[in-house]
């Protein structure tokens, strides 16, 4: 090697670091060169996560990284389009910011299996679902009798609980007591007990009519509510109570007792006194108060006490769905909206949700799936915030957590599909084919109950 040609590339060399250096110091504090502007920027990240992992992330214009947990570096601020995939699952796809000098984050994903809910059953007998237990009442016709069954969803630990002489049919009101240990039929809709009606103890089988509960047997219907605080609880309203000077009377009958004894009244109240629930010997409820407001009111041994005015519409109090001390979360009889109320400061205006609060947060109790029929959102009692909503075209008629919590199952009339708590992203295909009944999770399996025509059918698929 001559000379020269050492010189040469020595200084080529220098040069080179000495144009190398600063632009590698550079990408190491994050920044690139923009070649189709030209400009040096700072970069971004995106850090991705997903259940279940290994999973290859697509970025547009970036290629395809694996696999998940990965934290994809050096991205230039601006939005991409992120797709999550995985064999034999349904990918997962969202529109990202990535902002500068910041990491951003897409944890949880939750990805689906690619398969199709496969029928466990199907029957021609009238079925009601229990979803929260997880279980069918399945109702047989047979010689003038109805059998009332309770089974598993896939018709295993099937147990004839009750024959009753009562038709059960789609027309029929079937409500269940707040631990499921009661279920009440009857032929009037909610909230009246009907004279031919039933209220079964679902483990024992004992039954009680109406014309066993004095002063209950008359021709005429009682209203009957489950109190949702106790397990066993009933609130009635005779019909005989009438309007005696204005006041009717409210009663509350506890069906656990080892005998059934006559319903301890309430409240000889205002005649418009709404039952919602009751902590110990106190009952809550709602009254109506002047100026068309609706004040929440809490009776202890016939003894009224003001708590707090409902805002504007908000309909009667029906449950107390949580409460922690003080606080209270209370769903209104429509279900179209609910309140978190400070017992101890009724002087402050409460916090108002619109929807209905559905099921827990398999993890954080703390934490409810919310719809309003159109909406999804999800409600965090803690801080009285809310969360991420989804807006649908169609009605949604049931919703539900999957098993670890990063999505909320929707059912809407022919379909199921889900959504990412944290995106607001739908996740899931239409399930099944068929007006949809009830739907829930158990161990990672989605079960849902469809009806067409006359028929029945229980459907599974595995989520993960």
Request: hydrophobic letters at 40%; a neutral charge.
């Amino acid at each position: 090697m001559t000379l020269l040609t050492r010189k040469f590339l020595f200084f080529f060399s220098v040069i080179l670091f000495l144009v190398l250096a600063p632009l590698l110091v550079l990408r190491s504090a994050g920044y690139r060169i923009h070649f189709q502007t030209l400009r040096l920027l700072k970069t971004g990240a995106l850090s991705v996560s997903s259940t279940p992992d290994r999973a290859d992330v697509e970025l547009a214009g970036e290629g395809t990284f694996s696999s998940t947990p990965t934290l994809i570096p050096q991205l230039f601020p601006g939005i991409y389009t992120a797709t999550v995939t995985k064999d034999h699952f349904i990918p997962w796809t969202q529109t990202i910011r990535v902002e500068s000098g910041l990491t951003t984050f897409l944890h949880d994903i939750p990805l689906y299996r690619a398969e199709k809910a496969a029928p466990v059953r199907e029957t021609k007998d009238f079925i009601f679902a229990d979803p929260i237990r997880r279980r069918l009442f399945r109702f047989v016709r047979s010689a003038g009798w109805t059998e009332c069954w309770s089974e598993k969803a896939d018709g295993s630990e099937a147990k004839l609980f009750a024959r009753i002489p009562l038709t059960v049919n789609e027309s029929t009101s079937i409500r269940l007591s707040s631990g499921g240990g009661w279920v009440l039929l009857s032929s009037r809709p909610a909230p009246l007990l009907s004279q031919d009606g039933f209220i079964i103890r679902v483990d024992t089988g004992e039954s009680i009519r109406p014309r066993d509960i004095e002063p209950l047997a008359q021709n005429v219907p009682p209203a009957a509510a489950w109190d949702p605080s106790q397990e066993g609880m009933l609130f009635l309203r005779p019909p005989d109570a009438g309007f005696e000077g204005g006041r009717r009377s409210w009663k509350r009958l506890d069906l656990s007792a080892q005998e059934l004894v006559p319903p301890e009244p309430i409240s000889e109240g205002p005649n418009d006194f709404t039952p919602g629930w009751s902590r110990g010997s106190a009952v809550y409820g709602t009254v109506s108060a002047p100026e068309n407001r609706t004040a929440l009111v809490r009776i202890e041994h016939q003894t009224q006490t003001f708590l707090s005015y409902l805002p504007q519409g908000f309909e009667p109090v029906s449950s107390l769905v949580k409460t922690d001390g003080s606080h209270l979360l209370l769903q209104s009889a429509s279900g179209r909206s609910a309140l978190l109320f400070d017992e101890n400061q009724p002087d402050e205006p409460p916090t108002r949700i619109n929807g209905t609060l559905s099921t827990i947060h398999p993890t954080n109790p703390n934490v409810y799936a919310v719809t309003d029929g159109l909406e999804i959102g999800t409600f965090d009692f803690s801080t009285g915030s809310t969360g991420t909503w989804l807006r649908l075209g169609t009605p949604i008629k049931d919703i539900v957590w999957d098993a670890g919590g990063a999505a909320i199952i929707y059912a809407q009339n022919d379909k199921i599909s889900a959504v990412d708590t944290a995106a607001g992203t739908p996740v899931i295909t239409p399930l099944a084919d068929g007006n949809v009944q009830a739907i829930w999770v158990e161990k990672n399996i989605l079960w849902a109950v469809l009806k067409n025509g006359d028929k029945t059918t229980v459907v599974k698929r595995r989520l993960r």
